[in-house]
């Protein structure tokens, strides 16, 4: 008797388990169904990615040392250095160098410790090829810098959505002068004391 009154017991706390569940989801539905869609129309409208955005890497021939420290702190040994030792000045002289962006993490690894700061993070993100081979990088594709999305004529930058006034979930409507909701991040490093910023 008790066996059978402990199984009528569990069955309805499970039963009600699952419809509080049940609820909580529905709950968040019905949320989302007040909320106006917001749909960015690409790529005739882009969102601008964040100041510290990690995209395509930017390489600067010119300040390479051919020191090869980017392939030593590489997660996966991806950068290609080929360097040639010169007998009369006992320098490398650097020939090529290549990134294959169909393997890179995007780590930033790279950038963060190169000593001639030859490597850079750019914001673009564009980089879909039908060719796997085409996104093997050499020195004169690493050097091209990307278009900017606030400086193409042919796109719309939107803000991020994070930063639109409460209430507001269309960043078309949003006049340049209107307050902003939270605080960029060099914002907040100045509304910090100066002993703490650091």
Known sequence: MFG??????DY???AVGAANYLTQGLAVTFDH???RPITVQYPYEKLIPSERYRGRIHYEFDKCIACEVCVRVCPINLPVVD???????KKKELRNYSIDFGVCIFCGNCVEYCPTNCLSMTEEYELAAFDRHS???????LGRLPTSVTSDPAVVPLRELVYLPKGVLDPHDVPDTAPR???LPEQVLESLPSGDAS
């Open 4 to 9: 059978f009154l402990k199984k009528v017991g």
């Open 12 to 14: 309805t706390r499970d």
């Open 33 to 35: 169904l007040r909320r």
């Open 83 to 89: 360097w040639v030792m010169n007998k009369a000045t």
């Open 135 to 141: 996104l093997n990088f050499d020195n004169i594709a």
């Open 181 to 183: 909701v939270g605080k």
